[in-house]
């Protein structure tokens, strides 16, 4: 007998386009050229300077969230779609586990490309 494989609501969350939406204007804020861009990511905590990317422990996830993202929450998704930004690495084997960091440049670049209509 074959198990199932159980949903995770994690790896199964999206965004909704009101979340998307709501980030994009926080970033317009700043403009979406490439300097403006960066200075957004300073203001948001996800780079220290133009060279330096932070990344935070997986316990602060939940307090960068509340921060940053709660206020443009719009669906159960964009509750919990930080925590695909998690930094994964892998074994020689390709078997794939969470470092303990995450990095929210790589949500707020997500972010920064979608097209929305």
Request: hydrophobic content about 25%; aromatic content about 14%; proline content about 2%.
């Amino acid at each position: 007998m074959k198990k199932q494989k159980e949903d995770n609501p994690i790896e199964n969350a999206t965004m909704t386009e009101t979340f998307i939406k709501n980030c994009k204007n926080d970033i317009a804020k700043f403009g979406f050229g490439g300097k403006e861009y960066e200075q957004f990511l300073i203001s948001v905590e996800a780079m220290k300077d133009e060279n330096t990317v932070l990344k935070y422990n997986n316990n602060d996830l939940s307090a960068y969230r509340e921060k940053y993202l709660k206020k443009n929450e719009y669906g159960i998704g964009d509750s919990l779609i930080l925590d695909k930004y998690k930094i994964k690495s892998s074994y020689d084997n390709g078997r794939k586990y969470e470092t303990g960091y995450f990095a929210p440049r790589s949500f707020w670049d997500k972010i920064y490309e979608t097209k929305i209509e």
